[in-house]
T-cell receptor, first 116, second 116 residues
């Protein structure tokens, strides 16, 4: 069964801390994505990656960075957490295999991050 | 041009009724239109998707209606059940492999409550 796991379901951090959110997929997918979800704003793309060691900015990359050292793992880094980064963070992956749609993304359960 | 506009923001339907959620887009290059369903505490999951070569797709009680000329598509849930209570997101993308063209553009979501 397809699985995307995220390291924490809930996380509380202090302003200024460096925060790591980890995501692992077991489907050998090429593409991985980080979104944040806020009420009334839907899902907003932070960063994505189409290959190992490759990354591209999404719609709201400010204040975030990412790392993809292995195909199955995609990490989101908050260099200096701020209260406006309190949100639900969702990781997703998708395949680029012939016959599949890049649009068919599989999501993890999310990490609810609170920055105080 | 990259936006997908979704309405309504919230919807209350009686058990057995029909739930209808609408989405509109501007970019005529979009050629893949999925709907995602998200239960509380879970990540979104693909529910049903359509491509513009057909005007309707049905899977069980869920139907997507697609109007290419109006650049609109909608999700119909027939015989709505309390278990359908969730947040629904429409999305659009340009189907392809690699690069940002395959990224999903999400609507802001509709919170559906089905009353028993």
């Amino acid at each position: 069964d397809v699985k995307v796991t995220q390291s924490s379901r809930y996380l509380v951090k202090r302003t200024g801390e460096k925060v790591f959110l980890e995501c692992v997929q077991d489907m050998d997918h090429e593409n991985m994505f980080w979104y944040r979800q806020d009420p009334g704003l839907g899902l907003r793309l932070i960063y994505f990656s189409y290959d190992v060691k490759m990354k591209e900015k999404g719609d709201i990359p400010e204040g975030y960075s990412v790392s993809r050292e292995k195909k199955e793992r995609f990490s989101l880094i908050l260099e200096s957490a701020s209260t406006n980064q309190t949100s639900m963070y969702l990781c997703a992956s998708s395949s680029e295999q012939i016959g599949t749609s890049v649009g068919e993304q599989y999501f993890g359960p999310g990490t609810r991050l609170t920055v105080t | 041009q990259q936006q997908v506009k979704q309405s309504p923001q919230s919807l209350i339907v009686q058990k057995g009724g029909i739930s209808i959620i609408n989405c509109a887009y501007e970019n005529t290059a979009f050629d893949y239109f999925p709907w995602y369903q998200q239960f509380p505490g879970k990540g979104p999951a693909l529910l049903i998707a359509i491509r513009p070569d057909v005007s309707e797709k049905k899977e069980g009680r869920f139907t997507i209606s697609f109007n290419k000329s109006a650049k609109q598509f909608s999700l119909h849930i027939m015989d709505s059940q309390p278990g359908d209570s969730a947040t629904y997101f429409c999305a659009a993308s340009i189907e392809g492999y690699g690069g940002s063209q395959g990224n999903l553009i999400f609507g802001k979501g509709t919170k559906l409550s089905v009353k028993p």
